[in-house]
């Protein structure tokens, strides 16, 4: 059982920076990683960003259209990770989720609610 709760969204001009948290609670020790994906309205959920959890190293991995814009951190102290965006632009105007899966006999998945992010031009 784990919990993720995003916070940070808000609107910003483009060219503007917000700086996103997830907060995870439960067995936070169970995560072996972090990902966080976005949907706008009318389009699929995608992928954004990724980041280790329970490794020492934070193994990051980024999607194509936020690659040298984003930057995936995490403290594991505060059980947070943080998704850093800088550079915005009117498409990246999307909810905000992140999320993380526990694995077993079978896969659990945990979503966060979401949290808006507007880009104005």
């Known amino acids: 059982q784990v919990q993720l709760v995003e916070s940070g969204g808000g609107l910003v001009q483009a060219g503007g920076s917000l700086r996103l948290s997830c907060a995870a609670s439960?067995?936070?020790?169970?995560?072996?990683?972090v990902k966080w994906f976005r949907q706008a309205p009318g389009k699929e959920r995608e992928f954004v960003a990724a980041?280790?959890?329970?490794?020492?190293?934070?193994?990051?991995y980024y999607a194509d259209s936020v690659k040298d814009r984003f930057a995936v951190s995490r403290d594991n102290a505060k059980n947070t990770v943080y998704l850093q965006m800088s550079s915005l632009k009117p498409e990246d105007t999307a909810v905000y989720y992140c999320?993380?899966?526990?694995?077993?006999?079978?896969?659990?998945?945990?979503w966060g609610q979401g949290t808006q992010v507007t880009v104005s031009s």
């Open positions: 999320y993380t899966a526990l694995t077993g006999m079978r896969t659990y998945d945990y």
């Open positions: 439960g067995r936070t020790f169970s995560i072996s990683d």
């Open positions: 980041i280790s959890w329970s490794s020492v190293a934070q193994s990051t």
